[in-house]
């Protein structure tokens, strides 16, 4: 039973436009969201952050907007570069006080020059 | 920077034999986790630990043990090495406290199981 989902598992976006990262999930106890970026034969870096009671955090040309009601959350980052080219992975974490995070399925960007 | 240490990038082992990853982080944290990541299933932990000899079972436990014997190392033993625990394996630390403080992961330990 998948939590996190994320349903596109590409996303091809040409530089300087707008790339939307999308995520789902189903756990409306959820609290806290993360977004990590993944280079190959890397591991996952923390990108930007959402708390539950916020709908939008904004860091450079990094924007995540958490929509409870839906369910959903998205990464907006613009302008796209080549460099942004990765693995991202939405996570959601529990109220339960383990602090353990439950990761979706990840969606590759590639940012064509 | 926080940094966590995966000892091997590489490994390619024989179906059968033990296999030992292991995972060190330098800032103290109390969490420590190991997550296996495969395409199209996304990050899945394997297991999870608060305190030294502390340990709890994640979500895709079987055929894994761990250990943490001390705070800065948390050790991902494979039992008896199959074919289909062939994936990427990622350790990760955190610090024991608001959720807003996320993962720091390693870079990752390739294994292959032949």
């Known amino acids: 039973d998948q939590q996190v989902k994320q349903n596109s598992p590409s996303l091809s976006v040409q530089e300087g436009r707008i790339s939307i990262l999308n995520c789902d999930y189903t756990?409306?106890?959820?609290?806290?969201f993360l977004w990590y970026k993944k280079y190959p034969a890397e591991g996952p870096t923390f990108l930007i952050s959402?708390?539950?009671?916020?709908d939008k955090n904004e860091d450079g040309r990094f924007t995540v907007f958490l929509n409870k009601s839906a369910k959903h959350l998205s990464l907006h980052i613009v302008p796209s570069q080549p460099g942004d080219s990765a693995v991202y992975f939405c996570?959601?974490?529990?109220?339960?006080?383990?602090?353990?995070?439950?990761f979706g399925t990840g969606t590759r960007l590639k940012v064509l020059a | 920077d926080v940094k966590v240490t995966q000892s091997s990038r590489y490994l390619v082992k024989r179906t059968g034999e033990k296999v030992f990853l292991e995972c060190v982080q330098d800032?103290?944290?109390?969490?420590m986790f190991w997550y296996r990541q495969d395409p199209g299933l996304g990050l899945r932990l394997i297991y999870f630990?608060?305190?030294?000899?502390?340990?709890e079972k994640g979500d895709i436990p079987e055929g894994y043990s761990v250990s943490r014997e001390k705070k800065e190392r948390f050790s991902l033993i494979l039992e008896s090495a199959s074919t289909n625990q062939t994936s990427m394996y990622l350790c990760?630390?955190?610090?024991?406290?608001?959720?807003?403080?996320?993962?720091?992961f390693g870079s990752g330990t390739r294994l292959t199981v032949v």
């Open positions: 756990n409306s106890m959820f609290d806290y």
């Open positions: 800032m103290d944290h109390e969490n």
């Open positions: 996570a959601a974490s529990s109220p339960s006080g383990t602090y353990k995070y439950i």
């Open positions: 959402i708390s539950s009671i916020k």
């Open positions: 630990s608060y305190d030294v000899k502390m340990k």
């Open positions: 990760a630390s955190s610090l024991l406290g608001p959720a807003n403080y996320g993962y720091t």
